[in-house]
């Protein structure tokens, strides 16, 4: 039996881990956290018999970090959106539990910290994004040698063969309908924008120690394909499934047992064309911010990670238009000096001087 925490419980991920955890007799929550979403949580509390919760707008800042610490899980999920994730997971492993991660702006703004933790803790840190899921599961059992890159899949997301001038005028609503997945709002956003993958190429590079050019991205637009390894001997492996966060949500949980999921099983004879083409980066300028700002290190990837947020949180309350979040985070990048990531307080500085610079840019074009 494995004792899980949930960080995000009425999340888009929370909500699916907690199916995945009652599917199983292997898992049992012990603990769940959230944001704002009192009633939510209590509800879930109640129907999964969790004893402790809290919800860090109530029980104050530092409350989900003690609730990590004292839950006594063998994995924590971290669900929570943003950066503001990035304190739980350095809790988890420090606390000596395996961290099952989802909330990739921990490695993107916090790299070096994580990695230090995880190394100090002697503990496990488990992909939930499914894309680095499935190169996990590609890679198991591969020499480091042998790999030459790992490819990332995206989906393109619902703008995928726009040009600039048709993306000047969509609206949060048709940013937010995602052509095949079903995601919190923050991520989808960052799907149109493609800052998504930007964000997992950074995940990326610190999960499996590669540097940026042999992290490859290619547009895969029904999201079945979700992960491929390059081979020396010219191999190139993939992961394919049905697009169902349950099943990385499960293989992280139950790592390194497979238990059964609710996940619907692949029938590749009804499958039709799998089709692949190069991210379009010059109308989708934020996947190769990203990058850019990942070869920068330091803070960079933190100051990219802030501004995106504010920048986003900006245009879900119709206060900025959908190019002006790449031109915010450009702006940010260029704003905020670089420093090397040997602290927390360095990465909250930082953090806090971008989105400083993004609302005095936005109080400037709303
Ligand atoms: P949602 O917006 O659906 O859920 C976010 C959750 O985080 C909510 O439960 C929210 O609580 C909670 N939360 C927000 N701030 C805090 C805080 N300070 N302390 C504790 N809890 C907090 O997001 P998603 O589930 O879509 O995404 C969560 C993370 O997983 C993101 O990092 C995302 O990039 C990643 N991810 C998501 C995927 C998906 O399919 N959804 C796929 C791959 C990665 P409340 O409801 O109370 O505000
Ligand atoms: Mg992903």
Redesign the pocket.
């Known amino acids: 039996m494995k004792r899980v925490a949930i960080?995000?419980?009425?999340?888009?991920?929370?909500v699916?881990a907690l199916e995945v955890c009652a599917a199983s007799p292997e898992l049992q929550v012990v603990a769940l956290?959230?944001?704002?979403?009192?009633d939510?949580?209590a509800a879930a509390a109640a129907a999964h018999g969790v004893a402790r919760t809290c919800?860090?707008?109530d029980d104050g800042?530092d409350a989900?970090v003690r609730l990590v610490r004292e839950c006594g899980a063998d994995v924590v999920l971290?669900?929570?959106?943003?950066a503001?994730?990035l304190d739980?997971s350095l809790a988890a492993l420090e606390s000596g539990a395996d961290l099952a991660l989802?909330?990739?702006?921990s490695l993107v703004a916090g790299g070096p910290l994580v990695l230090a933790a995880l190394q100090r803790s002697g503990r496990r840190l488990l992909p939930?994004?499914?894309e680095h899921s499935a190169l996990m599961q590609c890679l198991a059992g591969e020499s480091p040698d042998a790999l030459v890159s790992v490819v990332l899949t995206a989906s393109g997301g619902p703008f995928r063969g726009r040009t600039a001038a048709e993306l000047e005028h969509v609206t949060a609503r048709d940013a937010l309908a995602h052509p095949t997945?079903?995601?919190?709002?923050?991520?989808?956003v960052?799907s149109a924008t493609l800052m998504?993958k930007g964000?997992e190429v950074i995940e990326a590079h610190f999960l499996f120690g590669l540097p940026y050019d042999r992290i490859e991205v290619v547009v895969h637009p029904q999201s079945i394909v979700h992960g491929l390894a390059r081979l020396r001997d010219g191999a190139l492996i993939a992961h394919l499934g049905h697009p169902d966060?349950r099943v990385p949500i499960s293989y992280a949980l139950t790592y390194p047992e497979r238990a059964a999921t609710p996940a619907r099983q692949l029938d590749l004879t009804q499958l039709g064309t799998l089709s692949f083409e190069p991210p379009d980066t010059a109308t989708f300028r934020c996947l190769a911010l990203a990058r850019a700002a990942g070869e920068v290190g330091g803070t960079a990837p933190c100051i990219l990670n802030a501004a995106n947020e504010e920048a986003v949180a900006a245009f879900l309350a119709g206060r900025v238009r959908f190019l002006d979040i790449a031109a915010l985070v450009t702006d940010a990048l260029d704003a905020v000096p670089v420093a090397v990531v040997d602290d927390i307080e360095v990465v909250r500085a930082a953090d806090a001087a971008a989105r400083t610079a993004v609302g005095v840019r936005i109080g400037a074009v709303a």
């Open positions: 960080l995000g419980a009425t999340g888009s991920i929370g699916q956290a959230t944001g704002r979403d009192r939510g949580l919800v860090a707008a800042p989900v971290n669900g929570i959106v943003g503001a994730g739980a989802a909330n990739k702006e939930v994004d499914s997945w079903s995601m919190g709002a923050k991520i989808s960052d998504n964000l966060m």
